[in-house]
């Protein structure tokens, strides 16, 4: 594992665009986050400080930040897709099985580097939640500070499973843009569905259909959390009241499409004829 691990991140780090992709996927969220703390003042008229607002309060910080530090899944998506893009223009892919690599092995190293950095970026996301709540949560009880760290989880498995969707998606067309339109097509698709099913039938079934398809099913795990901010803010509108919870069988649908994607990532470069 380390040395297939090893293998991609030298390509990578090799390669100028994909660095600076990194780099950007990596620590633009953290520095929106760090910056998002600060105390800002707009030319004298007023002064923003979203500390003092109750949002980086514990718990509720697993969930904002896991939640925004998510929307900027999409560079290191680029990223991945270019990983094989650049794999079929530059020859490389075939190089590599020439030299020794088996397919299995080849599509396992594309695999443990999106792990390597979602893992990577969890831990970052955690240390910087951890001290921007310790700076300003009103709770400092241990008890409070580590429950619901779930959402750590959740992002972890979202960016996991969004990667290795790109990971298929690159595979199938073999070029880094066709591969990110059909990640819109994708999206399209679903929401045309789920259209055609609440048209057909009922809007509740409707849902509970589009739960599992892949875009869906990595939203759900971290589902927005303005509605629950303004529950935070009006205790007495009920109508606000909505499930933002990290559910097991959420993180189950995810890690399957996982697999499912790893596996057929495999099978068509198995197929292929290189």
């Known amino acids: 594992m380390v040395r297939l691990l090893q293998l991609e991140l030298q390509k990578l780090l090799l390669n100028r665009t994909s660095k600076i992709l990194i780099f ?31 949002i980086y309060n514990f718990p509720i910080i697993w969930h904002i930040t896991t939640f925004f530090a998510a929307q900027f899944k999409f560079f290191f998506a680029i990223v991945v897709v270019s990983m094989i893009g ?11 099985l020439i030299d020794g690599l088996s397919k299995k092995e080849f599509i396992l190293s594309k695999f443990y580097t999106i792990v390597f950095f979602s893992l990577v970026a969890t831990i970052l996301l955690t240390l910087i939640s951890l001290l921007i709540g310790l700076y300003y949560s009103s709770y400092n009880e241990i008890g409070i ?58 809007t509740n079934i409707a849902e509970k259909i589009q739960n599992f398809f892949p ?10 959390p303005f509605q629950r901010i303004a529950m935070s803010k009006f205790p007495d509108k009920a109508n606000l009241a909505y499930d933002y919870a990290v559910h097991w069988y959420e993180i189950v649908i995810v890690l399957a499409w ?7 990532s495999y099978r068509l470069l198995k197929k292929r004829d290189l």
């Open 215 to 224: 875009l869906k099913s990595m939203y759900n795990l971290i589902k927005q």
């Open 86 to 96: 650049n794999e079929y223009s530059n020859k490389t892919i075939k190089q590599n």
């Open 24 to 54: 950007i996927s990596f620590v633009l969220p953290f520095t929106v986050l760090i910056l998002s703390s600060i105390k800002i003042n707009f030319f004298g008229f007023f002064t923003l400080e979203l500390g003092e607002l109750g």
């Open 145 to 202: 500070i580590i429950s619901e760290t779930e959402y750590l989880l959740g992002y972890f498995v979202k960016l996991v499973g969004f990667f290795s969707f790109c990971l298929f998606l690159g595979m199938l067309a073999k070029r880094s843009a066709f591969a990110l339109a059909f990640l819109f097509v994708d999206f399209i698709l679903e929401w045309i569905i789920f259209g055609l099913i609440a048209w057909k039938s009922d």
């Open 258 to 264: 996982t697999a499912l994607f790893v596996f057929l």
